[in-house]
Structure formats: structure tokens, C-alpha cells
């Protein structure tokens, strides 16, 4: 679990976990789960997880991770299911934050017959600039929701004790091709959740 965790992911835009940003996620851990005594070493004061600022900031240098991931789960047995949540909701943000930073604006050619729709009701260049822009928010949105639904299923399946399964691992089969698997979100014991 913790290799997953710290891994690359997938995709161009993927992000992976240093020691220093998981020992920070387990503090946070630690903070909610009112744990302090059993962590001498972390610090009294560190930055929320939600806090403002930049997500770089948010990591721990000269603490022990596994050290004390590991006292963490043998404290409470669901710590690791927190810390597989909360590590999958930083690596989301981070990823996030650079499709902010990299997401391409769209060129003439790809909005031009949009400006059909509306020429006439507004100057030239302001629809031009208005289309071009359009397009640009609504695919930062767009990717927003991608990520958002990739990110919360898991989750959302970790939460009520149950796994996703993609189409190839599930044991539920497709109706017309019961040699396929079908994608589900959730499976928990003989049930399957859409979520």
C-alpha cells in the first residue's frame, strides 16, 4: 500500500509522495485522532491540510515515516485506510495544480464555429476573446470533474468497508458477454455499489 501511495500514478501530469509528504499526512492523521503522546516527534504547530498556500509546503522534513506509520496502524487498525484516502486526495490536488498550471488554451480553429452561434451579439474581438476563454474554463472544469469522480470513488468504497473493481478484476459480468467484466465502484462482500 504505501508503494502505491508513493508512486507516480498514471496519466502526464501524475505526482509521487516523498518520505517528507507522507510523514506530514500521518501528522495530520495524528492531529485528527487526538494522538500527540504517542508521537513525540511531531511538531506542536504544522500547516492544515486545507490550509492556504502553496501544496509544496506541505511536508515534514527529518521524521521518521515509516517509524511512525507504522505505530499510527498499530495504534488503530483504520489508520491505514485514512492515510491510503488522505495520500490519494494530496496526489489529486497536486495533480490538479499542475493541470492549472499546464492546461493549453484553446486556439481559433477550435472555438471558431462556436462564434456562429453568437456573431452579432457582441464586438468581434470581445467574442473572440470571450469564446477563447469560455473554452478554457470549461475545460479546466471538465478535468476538475474527471478527477474529482477518479479521486472519490475509492474513497467513497474505503469508507463503507468495500474496494473498487475495474472490469477486468470484477466478478460481475457483462449480460451480453458474460466473459467480460463489468467497472463497479464498490464491492463489499456479495454486493456491488454504483456510486
Known amino acids: 500500500m504505501i508503494a502505491r501511495v508513493q508512486s507516480l500514478g498514471s496519466g502526464g501530469q501524475a505526482v509521487a509522495l516523498n518520505e517528507e509528504v507522507c510523514a506530514y ?14 508521537f513525540p516527534e511531531t511538531p506542536e504547530t504544522f500547516p492544515k491540510f486545507f490550509s492556504p498556500g ?26 491505514d485506510v485514512y492515510f491510503e484516502s488522505l495520500a490519494a486526495l494530496h496526489k ?32 468581434p474581438k470581445m467574442l473572440a476573446g470571450f469564446l477563447l476563454w469560455r473554452k478554457w474554463i470549461f475545460d479546466i472544469d471538465n478535468r476538475a470533474g474527471q478527477e474529482t469522480g477518479y479521486l472519490f470513488e475509492p474513497i467513497i468504497a474505503a469508507a463503507i468497508g ?31 455499489y454504483e456510486i
Not at 25 to 38: E, G, T
Not at 92 to 111: C, F, G, H, S
Open 54 to 79: 502553496p501544496l509544496s509546503r506541505l511536508k515534514l522534513a527529518n521524521v521518521p515515516f515509516l517509524e511512525m506509520f507504522e505505530r499510527l496502524v498499530a495504534l488503530d487498525p483504520n489508520a
Open 162 to 192: 468495500g474496494v473498487p473493481a475495474s472490469a477486468r478484476k470484477s466478478p460481475v459480468k457483462r449480460r451480453k458477454d458474460s466473459n467480460k467484466g463489468r467497472q463497479v465502484d464498490c464491492l463489499r462482500e456479495n454486493r456491488a
Open 92 to 123: 489529486a490536488r497536486l495533480k490538479y495544480e499542475r493541470i492549472l498550471e499546464t492546461q493549453a488554451v484553446p486556439n481559433l480553429d477550435q472555438v471558431g464555429p462556436r462564434g456562429l452561434l453568437q456573431y452579432g451579439g457582441m464586438n
Open 25 to 38: 499526512l500521518v501528522a495530520v492523521i495524528v492531529r485528527d485522532l487526538d494522538l500527540h503522546a504517542h
